[in-house]
Nanobody, 124 residues
């Protein structure tokens, strides 16, 4: 079945940076879209970024555009989320996702596999 394992979350001051990693195992990686979602308490899960299987087409939510960057290293079966200029409203559990398609989707129900999530807290 395989799994997705996230790492890199934690507590950071406003304006700070964090880098999340998600490593996939047990299934093909390089041909499939990867994404990052987040869910804050009392809110629905929302997409943060999506990257196509070829790594050439990337989507960013408006709320993170210009601050967050995603990339993938197919040799390591890993996707990254570099988060800069973090704000308190970025506080959430961040989930890595993989879709059985080359193309990303902005809808969480279109993604097939999920990691366990990693907490990101932005607070002074």
């Amino acid at each position: 079945q395989g799994q997705l394992v996230e790492s890199g979350g934690g507590l950071v001051l406003p304006g700070g940076s964090l880098r999340l990693s998600c490593t996939a195992s047990g299934r093909p990686f390089s041909i499939y879209a990867m994404g990052w979602f987040r869910q804050a308490p009392g809110k629905e899960r929302e997409i943060v970024t999506g990257i196509d299987g070829d790594g050439k087409t990337i989507y960013y939510a408006a709320s993170v555009k210009g601050r967050f960057t995603t990339s993938r290293d197919d040799a390591k079966n890993t996707v990254y989320l570099q988060m800069n200029s973090l704000r308190p409203e970025d506080t959430a559990v961040y989930y890595c996702a993989q879709r059985n398609s080359r193309l990303y989707s902005t809808l969480s129900q279109d993604w097939n596999y999920w990691g366990q999530g990693t907490q990101v807290t932005v607070s002074s």
